[in-house]
């Protein structure tokens, strides 16, 4: 079992519809990332949490540490969405500056 | 800047040769990585640089050599790499090295072997 898994592996929508991504856990965190990658390889970072709720723009993040859950939602989705969101996760000081990621989810939005 | 560069975008080298890939960050960050992507994978680690010192070497074969000349600039040389080298290396930085904190990803280098 992996320490960080995503659901779905893939997603297809239409444009407008509201999207859920999963990332679960098995692991102490002291911190979770989301991350984007589009075609072509350029990872951005979309948030960092270590608790609660984040909110950028049509994107929304939250976490709650005792499930060991995070979702990524996206409001009104649109075609330049599609990438791949990945999570990753940080453990304690002591884990030093490893991220482990999920194998990501594929999404796919449809004009 | 919050931007982090690569060069090259793309290399195609054969078994024999010897290359470098360059990463650069004017953010005054601290903290600089290497990533492997193979299509369809997560990034996994290679390296972290920790204040121009290397910090984390994840079992790296030494045909991968990372170099820090100095706080902004990151390189990787390549010698006598394998067809399954070929891969999407990344680059990342961040302020400083730690749990909390946000790295910053470079476009990545398209590499093939020959």
């Known amino acids: 079992k992996n320490e960080v898994e995503q659901s779905p592996q893939n997603l297809t929508a239409q444009e407008g519809e509201f999207i859920t991504i999963n990332c679960s856990y098995s692991?102490?965190?002291?911190?979770l990332h989301w991350l984007q990658q589009h075609p072509g390889g350029g990872i951005v970072s979309l948030f960092m949490?270590?608790?609660g709720k984040k909110k950028h723009g049509r994107l929304i993040a939250t976490i709650n540490i005792q499930e060991k859950h995070s979702s990524l939602h996206i409001t009104a989705s649109h075609p330049r969405d599609s990438a791949v969101y990945i999570c990753?996760?940080?453990?304690?000081?002591?884990?030093?500056?490893?991220?482990?990621f999920g194998e990501g989810t594929q999404l796919t939005v449809n004009p | 800047d919050t931007e982090v560069t690569q060069t090259p975008k793309h290399l195609v080298m054969g078994m024999t040769n010897k290359k470098s890939l360059k990463c650069e960050q004017h953010?005054?960050?601290?903290?600089m990585y290497w990533y492997k992507q193979k299509a369809k994978k997560p990034p996994e680690l290679m390296f972290v640089?920790?204040?121009?010192?290397?910090?984390i070497n994840e079992s790296v074969p030494s045909r991968f050599s990372p170099e820090c000349p100095n706080s902004s600039l990151l390189n990787l040389h390549l010698h006598a790499l394998q067809p399954e080298d070929s891969a999407l290396y990344l680059c990342?930085?961040?302020?400083?090295?730690?749990?909390?904190?946000?790295?910053?990803f470079g476009p990545g280098t398209r590499l093939l072997v020959l």
């Open positions: 640089y920790s204040y121009e010192k290397l910090s």
């Open positions: 953010m005054g960050h601290r903290a």
């Open positions: 692991v102490g965190i002291s911190a």
């Open positions: 990753a996760v940080r453990g304690g000081e002591t884990s030093g500056s490893r991220l482990t």
């Open positions: 990342a930085s961040s302020q400083v090295p730690g749990a909390r904190e946000t790295q910053y």
């Open positions: 949490l270590s608790s």
